[in-house]
């Protein structure tokens, strides 16, 4: 377990480190980019980043109402597997059936780091 300094540095060096990496990357609008929750520009697809004292997870969610649409794009995305497996150190998580808190269902593929508590 970290001390409350040594958790305090490793957040400001991931956000400041993060901070730098998107520091160019600007929306369609010419917007600064908001990566916690990136905007793909495709309706009901969304890129997310969620971190917390437990750990890490970046995920792409495919959140379309009609399930047809949401079983092609997942699909289409199932293509690329090999490619997406390979350009990650963790092992991806393939949901195509995931229930969120409200109870509605999506397609996730989603990658964790689980480094305990810090």
Same mark, same amino acid.
């Given at each position: 377990?970290? =001390?409350? @300094?040594?958790?305090?540095?490793?957040?400001?060096?991931?956000y +400041?480190?993060?901070?730098?990496?998107?520091?160019?990357?600007? =929306?369609?609008?010419?917007?600064?980019?908001?990566?916690?929750?990136?905007? +793909?520009?495709?309706?009901d697809?969304?890129?997310? *980043?969620?971190?917390?004292?437990?750990?890490?997870?970046?995920?792409?969610?495919?959140?379309?109402?009609?399930?047809?649409?949401?079983?092609?794009?997942?699909e289409? *995305?199932? !293509? *690329?597997?090999?490619l997406?497996? =390979?350009?990650? @150190?963790?092992?991806?998580?393939?949901?195509? =059936?995931?229930?969120?808190?409200?109870?509605?269902?999506?397609?996730?593929?989603?990658?964790?780091? !689980?480094?305990?508590?810090?």
């Amino acid at each position: 377990m970290l =001390s409350k @300094a040594e958790r305090q540095k490793l957040n400001t060096d991931f956000y +400041t480190a993060l901070g730098l990496m998107m520091q160019g990357s600007y =929306s369609e609008m010419h917007k600064k980019t908001r990566w916690t929750n990136y905007r +793909t520009n495709v309706k009901d697809i969304y890129v997310r *980043l969620d971190a917390d004292n437990k750990g890490a997870r970046f995920s792409i969610d495919f959140q379309q109402k009609d399930a047809e649409v949401r079983a092609l794009f997942w699909e289409q *995305l199932g !293509e *690329l597997k090999n490619l997406l497996q =390979s350009e990650f @150190a963790e092992e991806i998580i393939w949901h195509e =059936s995931f229930f969120k808190e409200d109870g509605s269902q999506i397609s996730r593929v989603e990658v964790r780091l !689980e480094q305990g508590s810090l």
